[in-house]
């Protein structure tokens, strides 16, 4: 157990829809990524927060949006959901202090299926 | 742009041999990291092994080590005494100094059998 929980565990739902998806970090993380894993695109990094704010972003579509709250637990919304957005979506957290050796732990996933 | 490669798209081993996964990347970073990450069939991302550019040592970490040769820009995970517990997909990733992201290889999947 990494000690990163996400919520929920999997989702199905309609083109169209619109879901959110909730992570929260380690004890003491103050970061907090999301990365995508598809069949055709495999593990791609979406967004990162650190401490309630954006850091970085990366192959993040528009209908996409993510947020991290003062209790540090973060949310991905995704909307106008297609079929090609069915993949396991992934939080993981760090300590934020910055670093190459700063590892990150990641969440058990989101399996999310768009019918 | 940094890039990581794993060539080996499936593995078979015996239980209790050693194994050797590769994993080849390509950064112009002089300062960087290199992991290992286990996805077993449950789906979850289980860290394994970390590596740093600067490290003058291969990492270790139980049955877990790091064949890092950096003149050769490889970082090859190598499982001793492999466990029938050990099958699943393995991903080689990597993090540059002046990025927070992880970038991934497309894995390897490795099958133990007794």
Redesign the interface.
Known sequence: D?GVTQTPKHLITATGQRVTLRCSPRSGDL?V?W?QQSLDQ??Q?LI?YYNGEE??K?NILERFSAQQFPDLHSELNLSSLELGDSA?Y?C?SSSGV????????????T?LLVL | AQKITQTQPGMFVQEKEAVTLDCTYDTSDP???L?W?KQPS??????LI?Q??YDQQNATEGRYSLNFQKARKSANLVISASQLGDSAMY?C?M???N??????G??TRLQVFP
């Open positions: 990494s970061s990524y990365y495999g593990l990094f990162h850091r970085a990366g396991l992934f993981a910055r670093g190459v050796g700063e590892t990150q732990y990641f969440g058990p996933g399996r | 300062s960087y990291g992991f990450y449950s789906g979850e991302m289980i860290f970390y740093g550019s991903f990733a993090r540059g100094s990025t927070d992201k992880l970038i991934f497309t894995g």
